[in-house]
């Protein structure tokens, strides 16, 4: 019996086993998940990590036979990284022994950085369009439009699509009576001149 070399990397929720047996044959290899323990067997080749640092999901985890390794994935039950492959750590998931000495927590407060970021914003008062007219920019237009197109009748909006889409975006009207008479004509901003592009 030879154990295989094996190397492994591992996140918070996963260790991810790389053992090294060029060319083995799916149909021979031998994988066991168990909580605390891993088995793995190709021929003579046997790897037996016992007991495993921390508790894995045997439903989880899965494995891939390749043509120079074979990739295991051992997905544990508890987040956090374990260092080593075997160990007697303790089990974060088994029952914690009641002792009859009270124990004393310190609780860490965490800040609470959304209500401090909603206090600043609160702070900074908004400048309205009365005291400066370019307040708001774009998005205040936007929002304008968006707000006259929703309560708008069904003539209004035609008109509104009509004139905006023909206009090439320079003209944008309410009125379906003038609008549907014929095509809005471009209007460009005074000092720009309109040229159509080739296809």
Do not use: C
Request: net charge negative.
């Amino acid at each position: 019996m030879t154990t295989p070399r094996h190397e492994f990397y591992e996140t918070d929720d996963k260790l991810t086993l790389s053992i090294f047996d060029k060319g083995a044959d799916p149909e021979q290899v031998k994988v066991s998940f168990e909580p605390r323990k891993f088995t793995y067997s190709h021929g003579d080749k046997t790897l037996v990590l016992e007991p495993l640092k921390g508790q894995i999901d045997p439903a989880k985890s899965d494995y891939t036979v390749g043509k120079v390794k074979v990739e295991v994935r051992l997905i544990k039950m508890a987040q956090g990284r374990w260092g080593a492959l075997v160990g007697d750590a303790p089990d974060p998931l088994s029952s914690f022994p009641t002792s009859a000495a009270p124990t004393t927590t310190k609780v860490r407060k965490h800040k609470n950085w959304d209500g401090i970021t909603k206090e600043i914003l609160n702070q900074e008062k908004g400048v309205t369009s009365d005291q400066d007219p370019n307040a708001g920019g774009d998005a205040a237009v936007n929002e304008f439009f968006q707000k006259l197109y929703a309560d708008a009748d069904e003539d209004t909006r035609r008109a509104m699509m009509k004139s905006y889409s023909e206009s090439g975006g320079t003209t944008l009207s309410t009125n379906w009576d003038e609008v549907k008479k014929g095509t809005v004509e471009v209007k460009p901003p005074e000092g720009s001149e309109w040229k159509k592009w080739a296809a």
